[in-house]
């Protein structure tokens, strides 16, 4: 499966400010997937990231507030923008596996004070 | 009515048992079936994968599927304290993956 590597590990914000979160792939994929994980619930979806094209939306995520950018088959960042601390959660990036499941970065631990 | 459902938890077995994990799903059309293991603090970790129906074995863990219950389940016979975490079930149709909100295992010693 691939490896992908995230970063920034943590952060913790302060509110109207921005974060990128940026994940890297170790081979070429077509789709990647950006989730949230708020304390204690499972995992949402906020969009699909495509090379080449604009990036997918969840119902309830807005590209505004969640631009993404897919410059490439093994890169793509995910900013939060103009926080507030209901943003304060883990995001993961993740790609499709060779058995159809998910393979995940290892998540960003946001903290919006 | 969640399209993937699983019992919060906490479930606690003692070391050495079978810990028996469930989740239903609402879509009949589902295709593929996960679950993952999520240790605190950590990302998912995919451990099982299973698409046809009837019982798939790999080492310690047995998935189980039953498409006409729409039922899927995760077996951890001989369960040891390093298996205490959060299992997510994951169910996929095309493209589309949806995540329960998995179920809380403890494994006391």
């Known amino acids: 499966s691939a490896v992908i590597s995230q970063k920034p590990s943590r952060d913790i914000c302060q509110r109207g400010t921005s974060l990128t979160i940026q994940c890297q792939v170790d081979s070429q994929v077509t789709m990647m997937f950006w989730y949230r994980q708020q304390p204690g619930q499972s995992l949402t979806l906020i969009a699909t990231?495509?090379?080449?094209?604009?990036?997918?939306?969840e119902s309830g995520f807005v590209i505004d507030k969640f631009p993404i950018s897919r410059p490439n088959l093994t890169f793509s960042t995910l900013t939060v923008s103009n926080m507030s601390p209901e943003d304060s959660s883990i995001y993961l990036c993740?790609?499709?596996?060779?058995?159809?499941?998910?393979?995940f970065g290892s998540g960003t631990r946001l903290t919006v004070v | 009515q969640k399209e993937v459902e699983q019992n919060s938890g906490p479930l606690s077995v003692p070391e050495g048992a079978i810990a028996s994990l469930n989740c239903t799903y609402s879509d009949r059309g589902s295709q593929s079936f996960f679950w993952y293991r999520q240790y605190s603090g950590k990302s998912p970790e995919l451990i099982m994968f299973?698409?046809?129906?009837g019982d798939k074995e790999d080492g310690r863990f047995t998935a189980q599927l039953n498409k006409a219950s729409q039922y899927v389940s995760l077996l951890i016979r001989d369960s040891q304290p390093s298996d205490s975490a959060t299992y997510l079930c994951?169910?996929?149709?095309?493209?589309?993956?949806?995540f329960g909100a998995g179920t809380r295992l403890t494994v006391k010693p």
């Open positions: 994951a169910v996929r149709r095309d493209n589309d993956m949806r």
């Open positions: 993740s790609v499709e596996s060779w058995n159809y499941g998910y393979t």
């Open positions: 299973i698409y046809s129906n």
């Open positions: 990231a495509n090379q080449g094209s604009e990036a997918t939306y």
